[in-house]
Every structure is written in C-alpha cells, then in structure tokens.
C-alpha cells in the first residue's frame, strides 16, 4: 500500500487543479489564485509521498543539475522580488520537483500503468459534463472555459496515451481528444494535439520499417489525392470557408482582427515588464496574466530564466534521443514528442511554469521522467 499512496496523492492533486470546473458556469474558472480544492490536492500529495519517504528513511533527493539551475532562477527571482508570496510560490515548485523525481525514480511504471484507468476517468466525467450542460455561448461546458474543456481533455489524453501498451487503445484515446477538442473548437489544442502525433508518428516510423513504409505511401497518396481534388473538383476554394467558419478565422472576435482573441494586449505587458526587470523578472508567481508561458516566464524571472529554461528542456531533449537511439521506447517517443508539442502550447497558454494547473505538472513530470533516464523504475 506504501508503494502506490504517492500515486494516489498525485493522481488527486493533479484532479483537484481542474475539479473547480466542474458543473455550471459561475463565471470563475478565469481565477488565477489557488482554489480551496487545489490546496487539497497539494496538500495529499505532500502527505501521500512524505510519510513513505519518513517510514523507508530515504532522505537522499537527487536532482538533475539542469533541474537545481532551473529551480535557483525560480529562488533568485523570488529574493529580489521581495515578495513573500513568491518565495512561497518557488518553495511549493521545488518540493514539487523533489516529490515528483522521488515519485519516478521507485514507481514510474506503476505510475504510468494507472494513467490508463485515470484517463478513462476522467473523459466520462468530461462527457457527463457536455451532456449535462452543453455548449453555452462562447462554447464554454458549463463552467468550463472552451481552451480549459479541451486542454484537460488533450492532456489527461495524453497520460493514458503514453501510459497505455495496445496500439487501438492509442488510437481510440486520440480519438477521444480529438472529440473534446474539436466540439469546442479549440485551435491551440487541436494544432499541439496535431503536432504531437505528427512526432510521434514519425519518430516511431523510424524505427519500424512497415510504419515507415505506410508513412511514405500514404503521403505520397495525400499529395496526389490533394493536387486532383484541386483540378477535377470545381470551385474547391469555396470549400475552404466551411473550414474557415468552423474555426472562427474569419470572426471578428477570435479571428484575424481579434489580435489572437485579446492575447496581443497582455503580450505586450508581459514583455514591458520584461524590459523593466530583464536579468531577474519580477519574481515567479507575481505575472499570472501573461497568456503566454513563455512571455510568463521572461517577466517573472527575466533572462536567467530563459537561459535555464532553455538548458533544462534541452538536456530532457537530449536524453531522451541518446535514449531511443540505443533503444527504441513508446513512452520515450511519447515523452519526446509531448515535449516538443508543449513547446507550442506554451507560445499561446500560460501552463508552462505552474504548479497549480494539470497541464504545468504533466508538463514537469515529463521533464523529470526525461532527465532521469535510463535511471527510472
């Protein structure tokens, strides 16, 4: 039992970030402070994964080096901020750091066996929620806003994915995220979720020689397929509108006017406050409005941020091609493609650095399972 309560602590946590969502629009799943439910979950977590630490008397927490540069930027931007609230907010992502590389180094195939049940769990919960709230104006589920209906649905996705052994258990739970993506037309989702199996795809077709074998064909049958549509179907460009509409590309409020639906605006606050405080930020924590987790990350922590970001992601990069050369692995594809596709959905969501959304932790413990191989259990 000592073996899975941390997993069970982190399987809450990371449910209790969303849980607020659910049931009907109360117009406060746009709230950046920490939600009662999300302090639960944290606090389970920390219980769940220390008292076995206390018990076993394990006490040695081993951290990538990458990973303590990328945690002193976090400390740094905190001291010289001199906001408690921020040291506080650094404190919590360093013992989340800590717990989830303990968490994979003893249980990381346990771990990713339960990400299969979890995932399911949650798409009927998903599903529950469209059928018994719909889609309301401005596509929200209840009180779910459209990018968080999708995001929770490409990301849980995502674990049951990588978690998962049988190749149309993949396929059906793309399918799924799929479905929550595209019922709310959520573009960012549906280009990371494209992008990562675009990867993965690919990746794995290297290293089977039938897929890579049915990739070729099959685009070469798209290219040909594509350039007949274009001569034998006429006035096929007017079939472009009906994709524009369903995208919204043209809608003054999400499409091309709309200054990427109001994202232009924080941008360019989030990069003031980066030209204010270039070397250290603002201190972490303190820019919760960037709509960018990039933008996020510059203004709270400024260059020495970047700079360790950038070091940290590609070392987990790094680790996990040495890996796949040697051999090949679907979680290692999936971890590689997750972490290239997370690249682009940090460019548009704020997620990227923080602990109290499921996609910032998916996003850590990806990082962390990457800087640790081969050394996982």
Not at 83 to 106: A, D, R
Not at 293 to 305: A, H, K, V
Not at 348 to 358: A, H, S
């Amino acid at each position: 039992m000592k073996r899975y309560l941390p997993i069970l602590g982190f399987l809450l946590y990371l449910f209790l970030t969303f849980s607020h969502h659910y049931g009907p629009r109360l117009f406060l799943s746009n709230s950046h402070s920490l939600q009662l439910g999300q302090i639960i979950g944290l606090s389970f977590f920390y219980f769940s994964s220390l008292v076995p630490l206390i018990l076993n008397k394990d006490f040695k927490f081993g951290l990538d080096n990458n990973l303590i540069f990328f945690i002193c930027a976090f400390f740094v931007s905190s001291i010289f901020s001199y906001e408690l609230k921020s040291i506080i907010w650094s404190t919590i992502y360093f013992t989340n750091c800590i717990l989830l590389s303990k968490l994979l180094y003893h249980n990381s195939n346990n771990l990713f066996k339960s990400f299969i049940p979890f995932a399911f769990l949650i798409f009927a919960s998903l599903l529950f929620q469209l059928i018994f709230y719909g889609l309301d104006v401005g596509r929200w589920v209840g009180n779910f806003r459209p990018v968080n209906f999708a995001s929770i649905g490409f990301f849980i996705g995502f674990l049951g994915f990588i978690g998962s052994n049988n190749n149309f258990l993949r396929m059906f739970i793309a399918l799924i995220s799929l479905f929550f993506a595209s019922i709310v037309v959520s573009r960012g989702i549906l280009v990371t979720g494209a992008i990562f199996l675009t990867i993965y795809l690919l990746i794995n077709s290297y290293f089977n020689s039938w897929l890579k074998s049915l990739v070729v064909y099959s685009s070469i049958f798209i290219v040909l397929l594509f350039f007949a549509v274009i001569v034998f179907i006429p006035n096929v460009f007017t079939y472009l509108d009906i994709i524009f509409d369903f995208l919204d590309i043209t809608d003054p409020e999400r499409g091309y006017g709309s200054g990427l639906t109001g994202r232009l605006e924080k941008w360019k606050l989030s990069y003031d406050i980066f030209k204010a405080n270039p070397v250290t930020g603002i201190g972490y924590g303190l820019n919760s409005d960037s709509h960018s987790g990039f933008l996020q990350l510059i203004s709270e922590m400024g260059l020495l941020g970047l700079l360790s970001y950038l070091i940290l992601i590609s070392k987990a990069i790094s680790n996990t091609l040495i890996s796949l050369n040697q051999q090949y692995s679907h979680k290692i594809n999936c971890a590689l493609s997750f972490l290239i596709s997370f690249q682009f959905y940090a460019l548009l969501e704020r997620q990227l650095i923080n602990f109290g959304y499921p996609q910032g932790i998916i996003f850590l413990l990806i990082i962390i399972y990457c800087l640790q191989l081969p050394k996982s259990k």
